[in-house]
C-alpha cells in the first residue's frame, strides 16, 4: 500500500514505495523514501535518513536479471540525509534493492525491499523504431552500447537509446529545445538551449547535466561575456572549459556592390568560456577573411560562413567545417591562425576521389583519419567520407567513402561516427533516420525517430557505467 510522508528538509516524491527500519535491525537507517526523480519514470530516487553520519549507497536488481547482475548506486556524502538516484531502470519491471551504510570503513547491509517501475508516459511511447535486416552483422558492441539524440522543439528532451530502439534514459527542460547535444568524457552531457524562435541548430543557454539529471552548468545568454547567440556545436576542452561556435556579426559599407551603408554581415566565431561563463578565448572567421572578396556577399551576407561542427585535432588545434562554402579548416587553438583549408577552393591538394560537398560532424576517429558525414547536394547523394591528411605535403587522400542509399538522401545536418573499424553510425537528420553501415555501403541496422535528431552520438557501454548497462 502506497502511504504518503513528508520529512523536514526532503521533498514530496511521488511515491512507489515507503518503508521503515528501525535501530534494533542493527542498522542506522531510520527512514526510506522511495519515488521518481523529477517525476522521471526512468529515475528513481531513494530519500534516505540515517541517526549517525554514515555514507549510503544502494544495490538493486531486477526481478529479470536477478541478484548476480545488481547494479550499484554512486555513494552519498556523509551526513544524515541521503539521496540516491538509481538509473538504468525499465519501464513496468518488479525491482529488488538493498541499503549498505559505510561508517569508519565499515559496511552494514539492510534487508531486501522491493518496488515497482511504472510505464513510461504516452507522450514518450514509441518514438523510436528500430529495424535489423542483417543482425549477423551487427557488432557486439554496437549491441552493448548507446545512442544520444535530441529534440530540439520545446518542450526539449534528450534521449538515450539502445540498439533496439528501448528508451533507456531521458532529460526534458521546459521552455527551450536541445539544439545540440554532446556526451562527455566527465560522463555528463552538455547542450546548447534555444527557443522555437530561434533558427535550427541555434540557442542562448548552455546546459550541462549529469546522468542522474543534476545540473553542473547552466548558463544564460547576457551572463558574463556570454554575449552571442551560439550554434551547431558544444564540446568541452577539460572540466572547465566550454567550447563552441558562436555568430560573429560585422558592420560593413556595402553600398558599392548595393547594399546599404552600415551593413550586417553574420559570420562564425569560437568561443572558449569557463563555467560561470567567462570568456578564456575567442576567434572570428573576419579575423582571417574579407567579405568584399565574395562576389555572392549580398546574397550571403545573412549567414555568410555557416559554421557547422567544431572539434579538436589529435594535436590539440581546432577543425571547423563550414557548410556554404563547403570547407574544413585547421586553426590554432593557440593564435587563431588558420593552418590549412580543406574543400572547394581551399588550399590542400585533394585527389579526384575524396572532393566532397558540405561536411558535418568533422572529426578524427580512431584511426587518425578525418571523418565526416557529408550532405552531398552536388549529386543529390549523402555520403560518408574518411580522408587522410599530409599536412606536411598539403595533401589530402581517400581512406574510405561509404555511398548512403539515394531514398535516405539528406541535404541538411547529419553525423557519421566510427563505431568499430568497420562499422559507422550514421545520422540522416530530415529523414528522421538514423542507419549503421559497414565500409562496403551495406546497412546492417536503422533506426526510425519521431523527431529529426540534429545528430547521433554512439556511446559505449564502458562509458555509460555505472549509469547504463546492458
Known sequence: MIKKLIIKGSFILALLALVSCSKNQGNVITNIIIGTHSNNELKIQIDVITNEEVQVYAEYWSDKDGIKNKITSPVSKTGLSHSLVLCNIIPETNYSYQLVTVQNKEKVTSKVYTFKSRKLPEWLQKQFKANCPKPELL??????????????????????????????????????????????????????????????????????????????????????????????????????????????????????????????INGDGILILDRKGKQ?????????????????????????????????????????????????????????????????????????????????????????????????????????????????????????????????????????????KENILVCCSKRHITVLTNKQGVLIWALESEIPPYRVEFIPEEKMKPFLIN
Open 139 to 264: 557488432p557486439q558492441n554496437f549491441k552493448k552500447g548507446f545512442m544520444l539524440l535530441a529534440k530540439r522543439e520545446t518542450p526539449g528532451v534528450a534521449y538515450i537509446v539502445d540498439y533496439k530502439g528501448n528508451l533507456r534514459w531521458y532529460h526534458t527542460v521546459e521552455g527551450t529545445g536541445f539544439k545540440v547535444t554532446h556526451y562527455t568524457k566527465e560522463q555528463s552531457i552538455i547542450a546548447i538551449l534555444g527557443k522555437n524562435d530561434e533558427p535550427t541548430s541555434y540557442g542562448s543557454e548552455i546546459l550541462e547535466i549529469n546522468l542522474q539529471g543534476d545540473t553542473l552548468t547552466h548558463i544564460k545568454k547576457g551572463q558574463g561575456d556570454f554575449k552571442q547567440v551560439i550554434h551547431h556545436e558544444i564540446i568541452k576542452k577539460s572540466a572547465n572549459e566550454i567550447v563552441t561556435i558562436t555568430v560573429e556579426q560585422k558592420i560593413m559599407d556595402l553600398t558599392s556592390i548595393g547594399g546599404k551603408k552600415n551593413d550586417t
Open 280 to 420: 578564456l578565448w575567442k576567434w572570428s572567421v573576419f579575423d582571417d577573411l574579407d567579405p568584399m572578396k565574395d562576389k555572392n556577399l549580398l546574397k550571403n551576407k545573412k549567414d555568410w560562413t555557416h559554421a557547422n561542427s567544431l572539434n579538436y585535432d589529435k594535436d590539440g588545434n581546432f577543425l571547423l567545417s563550414f557548410y556554404n562554402n563547403g570547407q574544413i579548416w585547421k586553426i590554432d587553438a593557440k593564435t587563431g591562425k588558420v593552418l590549412w583549408k580543406l574543400g572547394k577552393g581551399g588550399n590542400m591538394k585533394m585527389s579526384g576521389d575524396s572532393n566532397f560537398s558540405q561536411a558535418h560532424a568533422a572529426h578524427i576517429n580512431q584511426e587518425g583519419s578525418l571523418l565526416f558525414f557529408d550532405n552531398g547536394v552536388d549529386k543529390k547523394q549523402s555520403s560518408v567520407f574518411a580522408l587522410k591528411v599530409d599536412e606536411k605535403g598539403k595533401s589530402v587522400t581517400l581512406d574510405f567513402h561509404i555511398k548512403l542509399p539515394k531514398d535516405i538522401y539528406n541535404d541538411r545536418m547529419g553525423s557519421a561516427y566510427r563505431i568499430d
